[in-house]
């Protein structure tokens, strides 16, 4: 879809790129940055909470400052690929606090997860005793990061 076939135009645009770098943005602040008075401002700012382009508001926290420095990517392949045995996954593996993301890849493992540990004892535990048990686990591989190069949660 090309800009001009987009239902959103330059002033949404710049709403959405002033909320994802401060969502606590007063909305008399949000409209003098995007040049627009506070009623129409909050119109759009409804709209695009309505049409689903605002899907939230959150603190980013350091989970570093909480305890959890340690992140792992677990290339995940399951036995059965079938749509109740995703499903069966897909709902074990969102209960799990441990894992941060979970992504389905096309390539030669099934999904990839970021999961987050205080080190990398306690990351053995979550993979021996949680992840490996996830419903039509056939098979894991680790990775482990040593260094945040880029993450765009700041």
């Keep these: 879809m090309s ?3 987009s239902p959103l135009d330059q002033i949404d645009r710049r709403i959405l790129d002033e ?3 401060d969502g606590r943005l007063s909305v008399a602040e949000l409209s003098r940055r995007v040049n627009l008075s506070k009623t129409p401002c909050q119109a759009r700012i409804k709209r695009l909470e309505k049409a689903g382009y605002i899907l939230g508001y959150r603190a980013v926290i350091d989970p570093t400052r909480l305890g959890l ?3 792992a990517f677990v290339e995940v392949r399951l036995s059965d690929t079938r749509k109740a045995a995703l499903e069966a996954f897909n709902k074990a593996v969102r209960a799990l606090p441990e894992v941060e993301q979970a992504h389905m890849i096309a ?3 099934d999904y990839l997860l970021k999961v ?4 990398i004892a306690a990351y053995r535990e979550v993979l021996g005793e ?3 048990a996830l419903p039509h686990v056939a098979h894991t591989s ?3 990061s040593m260094e945040a190069v880029k993450d765009d949660v700041e």
Aim: proline fraction near 5%; aromatic fraction near 4%; charged fraction near 25%.
């Design 3 to 5: 800009s001009a076939d």
């Design 19 to 21: 909320l994802a770098r």
């Design 69 to 71: 420095p340690h992140v």
């Design 107 to 109: 390539s030669s493992f």
């Design 116 to 119: 987050r540990t205080k080190d």
């Design 130 to 132: 949680k992840l490996s």
């Design 142 to 144: 680790t990775h482990v």
